[in-house]
């Protein structure tokens, strides 16, 4: 009876030496970091920014710039005003501790003016092309007690902007490559 017991002392005092149980909980964290960030994407696909926008602090650095909630809610405002079809498919996930790292396919059709010089300007009193695009990003967000309080994205804004008939198409790559 005392050897059973022994090992069982003796494992629990393993699990808590090796951080173990820290893994567990740890865990636990990244699913609901990484359900606020499906939470965050399933409104913005849903046109309920608001929504989108109440998963950010009230001060966040996006992009390495300080900005407050407000300032997100009008920029996503905009860019679904913009493009009302917007959508931005996960199609990978992955969270480890704060860090929550969201591959995406984002796509939308060109029907309006944007107001404001979000990304990255290029469509800033554009009229309306009319034309659909997609587009890889890559959304990088760190999330403490349930809310988005950094964003850095890399975005295709070429492809992007070829789609939509803005700039030139790429021209044809040679026969050998």
């Known amino acids: 009876m005392f050897i059973p017991l022994r090992s069982a002392i003796a494992a629990m005092l393993f699990m808590v030496a090796s951080g173990a149980g820290a893994q567990a909980a740890d865990t636990t964290l990244e699913a609901r970091n990484a359900a606020v960030i499906r939470r965050h994407h399933d409104a913005i696909n849903a046109g309920d920014i608001a929504a989108a926008a109440a998963l950010y602090a009230e001060k966040v650095l996006n992009n390495g710039n300080a900005v407050d909630r407000a300032r997100l809610f009008g920029i996503m405002q905009d860019n679904s005003r913009t493009f009302p079809d917007w959508n931005m498919r996960i199609d990978r996930l992955v969270a480890r ?3 929550v790292v969201a591959l995406i396919t984002a796509s ?62 790429a021209p044809p790559r040679p026969p050998d490559e």
């Open 108 to 169: 939308g059709t060109h029907k309006a003016v944007s107001q404001r010089p979000v990304n990255g300007g290029l469509y800033f009193n554009i009229a309306p092309t009319g034309k659909h695009f997609y587009v890889l990003h890559t959304h990088w967000f760190i999330v403490k007690d349930g809310l988005i309080t950094e964003h850095l994205a890399t975005r295709d804004d070429l492809g992007m902007s070829r789609q939509l008939g803005l700039v030139a198409p």
């Open 97 to 99: 501790g704060d860090t």
